[in-house]
């Protein structure tokens, strides 16, 4: 079945560092792929998506391109703020009427 | 405005004790889906429905019942709530298009089972 593997948290970083939180999955056919943001006492919210090879999706500085040939969709972030601290959880939804499924989420932290 | 609405946002109960959880979306949204969130074991799905009257278990439905009767609705049923489905609760909508669209998630319920 489907699957998504996310890179092990909690992630610690100060202002302004680079982020990369990665993510793979396992899918059949051409899924589409998802990072979403759970901010503190939250419910879940998209931050960006792509739903074919290639595309970037981008949004509050944040980016990921979906890249089929390694099977991958990693979250980047040039400059991180304390703002940013959140849970991060990579999802994709399949073809063919399949499910969504979630990766485990990465906690990032980000110090003043 | 598009959203996702869950009652009560805040549960405590006891063991035995049936309870059900709400859930209500309106943006037409074919499917819907239930989820449960603990502290390091990130998000699971309890059951999904991708229409009215069509409804199949997730990872963990052991508990759990769910109904979806009209499309709006998708409302979770505790039978015999236990202290270990004491949760974070989400449910959550998407368009029906394959493969699915972004979901978009309602604000949570917090139960507790005592």
């Known amino acids: 079945g489907n699957s998504v593997t996310q890179m092990e948290g909690p992630v610690t970083l100060s202002e302004e560092a680079f982020l990369t939180i990665n993510c793979t999955y396992t899918a059949t056919g051409y899924p589409s792929l998802f990072w979403y943001v759970q901010y503190p006492g939250e419910g879940l919210q998209l931050l960006l998506k792509a739903t074919k090879a290639d595309d970037k999706g981008s949004n509050k500085g944040f980016e990921a391109t979906y890249r089929k040939e390694t099977t991958s969709f990693h979250l980047e972030k040039g400059s991180v703020q304390v703002s940013d601290s959140a849970v991060y959880f990579c999802a994709l939804s399949g073809n063919y009427g399949q499910n969504f499924v979630f990766g485990p989420g990465t906690r990032l932290s980000v110090l003043p | 405005e598009a959203q996702v609405t869950q009652n009560p946002r805040y549960l405590i109960t006891v063991t035995g004790k049936k309870l059900t959880v709400t859930c209500s979306q309106n943006?037409?949204?074919?499917?819907m889906s239930w989820y449960r969130q603990d502290p390091g074991l990130g998000l699971r799905q309890i059951y999904y429905?991708?229409?009215?009257?069509?409804?199949d278990k997730g990872d963990v439905p052991e508990g759990y019942k769910v109904s979806r009767k009209e499309k709006r609705n998708f409302p979770l049923i505790l039978e015999s709530p236990s202290p270990n489905q004491t949760s974070l609760y989400f449910c959550a909508s998407s368009d029906s298009d394959s493969p699915l669209g972004e979901q978009y998630f309602g604000p949570g319920t917090r139960l507790t089972v005592t």
């Open positions: 429905s991708m229409n009215v009257e069509v409804t």
């Open positions: 943006m037409n949204h074919e499917y």
